[in-house]
């Protein structure tokens, strides 16, 4: 078992070789048994139409923070599957997703994830997503399941 | 019934109004009659920790596509449920999102979406979703449903 | 506001002029204040290949424990949304879902349950879910949002 | 490759051996190549209040329609997500299911499904579903992933 403090240290050190996650702003603020909590703060570039964040930073969150708390428990993973439920409109100073690992099998990670709206001393649930994921395994198994793609293996088990 | 060049005219414009879109790079190709074609060039900063394109960028990619087929029949939307399929690790050149309505009802709005990698000449399905949209009809029905924001009522009709 | 009591019994009364939940089995044994539990005790004709619970089961007492969960907040509603994990076989004496309202708003309603199977003293989780429901309101709003069925609007808003 | 006409038969042999389908009356139209198709006739103990098709049978029908088309092409597999939506009220005098796979891959299998409502000459469009499904493979990999179950390891596999 890795301690949890150096944990989040190992998975903040892999969010920052994501270049979306660098630019987006992603902070790990906590990541460990099954768990993992991402803080993102609020900038104008991350908005939609009317200012509030865009869906596909609500989405990106939930992967996110969904695949980190599954890599505490079952090492790199592939997300296969993403579901987001939109509650209220994402307004807010800053934004946290607390995901947990609800079911970590030897083929498929279910994770859950809540994302909130932090508006001055409040915290707002804002939207709820589900993300199901692949651990890479070792060895012949390390490439993605249907990787026709132009990157070399070793890449793709990386994702 | 507005002609189809200005729809996707207005489309793009929209579009443009959204600080995250202009950042992402998303162009308007096509947007008429419950269908919508969204193309965004490959550049590194969309990238995960491989280098294939993001899974906020995949699903805010489908969103997107889904929002303006939606638009074209039923004007202002405002995304409920957004549910993606990740097939194949997302690597290409650039990505297109192609959307069509599968029904448009007064309350919800059924939206399904391809997105396709292109590498040279060919393209790669990558990845599917289905998005739930609810429209934004005029006077009291203009707030989000949930809409207990900082921002006003008519920004949130516009998101 | 109804008491808890008659409104588990209401619930009850109603899941009993459904010919489905009638043939299944369906017990319900709590609804009130955005949440419901429904028990099935295991039969052999609820199964599938393997004698586990039956996919349509899993999804059916799911979508019933959400829908009377809502019910307790929103009166009659639709469901439009289902989604379920299915994290290890069924295998049980008896099951039961739980439910609850995650946000109530005015067009659409979210909710999550969990199914547990029971063997002997022990819950295991086997399952997870979320519904969307939408509020049947009274008026011409009451029905369905794309009722073009052959029964009458009276019945279609009693679904 | 087995040739299509066996292949149905098989398949419908499959479904014989599943209660709950035998009761159901789940009739195999066809199925090959990735493709399968299913028939429900309506009768009144599929229905919920309102004399619509019961969402654990919409639900039901989808899971099955892409389980067997997926078996098509990638043997026995265990269905680890469903999603449905509900489009429209499910009444008629028969239900087809049409699925397809949409890839299928070593890990996970995803198809998707339509589902029909059958009123006289005409089909009506009432749902259409998301299926994952993982390929159970022999030797060590034949139990399912999670299977912490009374029944055995040979029983599981031919969920």
Chains 1, 2, 3, 4 share one sequence.
């Not at 969904?66 to 428990?73: D, E, I, Q, S």
């Not at 800053?94 to 508006?119: I, N, S």
């Not at 198994?141 to 994702?159: I, K, L, V, W």
Request: with cysteine; net charge negative; glycine share 10%.
């Amino acid at each position: 078992m890795v301690e949890a403090h150096s944990m989040r240290d190992g998975v903040a050190a892999l969010s920052a070789t994501a270049a979306f996650n660098a630019w987006a702003g992603f902070e790990v603020v906590d990541a460990a048994d099954g768990r993992a909590e991402l803080k993102l703060p609020w900038r104008a570039d991350l908005g939609q139409y009317a200012g509030f964040l865009h869906a596909a930073m609500i989405g990106g969150m939930i992967d996110t923070a969904c695949g980190f708390a599954a890599f505490t428990l079952s090492g790199r993973v592939l997300a296969s599957h993403i579901s987001v439920n939109c509650l209220a409109p994402a307004a807010g100073d800053a934004f946290v997703a607390r995901a947990r690992v609800v079911k970590a099998g030897r083929r498929q990670v279910f994770a859950h994830a809540e994302l909130f709206a932090l508006r001055g001393d409040e915290e707002h649930l804002v939207a709820t997503g589900d993300v199901i994921l692949v651990p890479l395994a070792s060895g012949a198994d390390a490439a993605p399941a249907n990787g026709d793609t132009a990157r070399s293996r070793a890449d793709a088990s990386a994702r």
